[in-house]
């Protein structure tokens, strides 16, 4: 039908969606969500407005839409054990964004890892609402590229920051997320772990949870977690107690979701997007499934395999390796800049992102190293085998990056390695 009566939209979809089976999705954050998600996001929902939370609307005829967002907060609920989730944040920066209207005001310290780090900008990045709002300031990782929480702990003794946040976008290994949480409240501040890429490794359980040791959890549902693109705050404590401001005016704890439900709504959202709940409770239905736990460990499979593959190839790792989903190329040692790099690799059909490495002499638009991960080639049905094949494209690749010649029949064998890992059902 779209095909008819909007030609011009038709055609670049068909073209992407060409361009997603015949190149190798590298870009760790990314993913292919299932059939099922799809018709939950092409769906009748999107006609609905909802503003309110279940039972708590201010328009009628919700009565279905109150069954999708229950079921898909329960769901949250339950793979990743808190007692509240809230499932409306239209992705991680308006999740992040939703945590600082809840637990601060305008001014407030908050300490979150450098983006050129790997941290992310709303950890506290100064062109970001984080860092112009906020008075932030960042951590780094040690000289090794990991995070050294004894300068970490010393810094927030010294800085007494009210919000702590830990995650990043490109940090290839997993966090202490007890020892976070002690720092953190040994000086009454808030801990607020941001798992946007790693939920669906900790869904499954193949990496450490914050639960329990973090105030308030933030993620995106669209990376290893295999959703659409949205986002969830979770938390413990029990929405339908009263507020009980502290006698300093500070924000209880145990109020935490009364905070962020009313951050999100009515604080910084409208209606939720009700099409994308329902592609969200599909997301967890499936993380809760046996064969999901075999996905998110053949992704960390998938990946060490790679490391150790391209490092044979004598590519420098930073930290040497990786313990989740993705890694981080230091290319300084090849003669090739991030940008380069990344041209090289689009040229062969391979999609990866330039990124800065820990103490990066260059700048984030040409930076020294590249990021790469597995989820979406593991969604593929790729395992080891294909990894030390693409370790070997990616570095001719690169090591031939003004060859066209070269790259030619690098791209050629790429296409063929795609077509026996078809992705999409239905023909696009
Ligand atoms: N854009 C996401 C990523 O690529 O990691 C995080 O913001």
Redesign the pocket.
């Known amino acids: 039908m779209l095909e008819q009566s909007d030609p011009e939209i038709y055609t670049s979809m068909q073209k992407e969606a060409n361009r997603q089976k015949n190149g190798l999705e590298m870009?760790?954050?990314e993913n292919y969500v299932s059939d099922s998600v799809l018709a939950a996001m092409g769906s009748i929902l999107t006609n609905k407005y909802s503003e309110g939370y279940p039972g708590k609307r201010y328009y009628g005829g919700n009565q279905f839409i109150d069954e999708i967002e229950s079921l898909a907060v329960d769901r949250a609920k339950k793979l990743f054990g808190v007692s509240h989730a809230n499932v409306q944040p239209l992705s991680?920066?308006p999740a992040n964004q939703a945590v600082y209207f809840a637990l601060l005001n305008q001014g407030d310290k908050v300490m979150g890892l450098h983006l050129f780090f790997g941290g992310?900008?709303t950890h506290g990045w100064n062109v970001n609402f984080s860092g112009r709002f906020y008075n932030a300031v960042n951590y780094k990782t040690g000289q090794d590229g990991t995070i050294d929480y004894d300068a970490l702990e010393a810094q927030a003794k010294q800085e007494r920051p009210k919000l702590i946040f830990c995650g990043a976008?490109a940090y290839p290994r997993i966090y202490d997320y007890k020892r976070l949480g002690e720092i953190a409240h040994s000086i009454d501040s808030y801990f607020v772990a941001d798992i946007?890429?790693e939920a669906g490794l900790i869904a499954a359980k193949v990496v450490p949870s914050p639960a329990g040791h973090a105030d308030v959890i933030t993620t995106t549902t669209h990376k290893t977690l295999r959703g659409p693109r949205g986002g969830m705050i979770m938390c413990n404590g029990n929405p339908s107690e009263p507020l009980k401001p502290l006698p300093d005016g500070a924000n209880p704890r145990e109020n935490l979701p009364t905070l962020i439900d009313r951050a999100i709504f009515p604080g910084l959202q409208g209606g939720p997007h009700n099409h994308t709940t329902a592609g969200i409770a599909v997301a967890l239905h499936e993380a809760m499934q046996p064969g999901f736990k075999r996905y998110a460990q053949q992704i960390l499979k998938n990946a060490k395999t790679l490391a150790e593959s391209l490092m044979a190839h004598g590519f420098k790792l930073v930290t040497d390796g990786t313990d989740n989903h993705l890694m981080l190329i230091d290319l300084q040692n090849k003669n090739i800049t991030g940008r380069e790099a990344e041209k090289a690799l689009e040229d062969v059909c391979i999609t990866v992102?330039k990124n800065t490495i820990p103490f990066d002499t260059r700048k984030p638009y040409d930076p020294s190293g590249i990021r790469l991960g597995t989820p979406a080639l593991t969604t593929r049905g790729m395992r080891e085998s294909e990894m030390k094949d693409i370790a070997g494209f990616i570095s001719k690749a690169i090591e031939h990056a003004n060859d066209a010649a070269t790259k030619e029949r690098v791209k050629s064998d790429i296409l063929e390695l795609c077509k026996g890992f078809p992705i999409f059902k239905y023909d696009w």
């Open positions: 870009i760790p954050s991680g920066s992310h900008l976008t946007a890429h992102n």
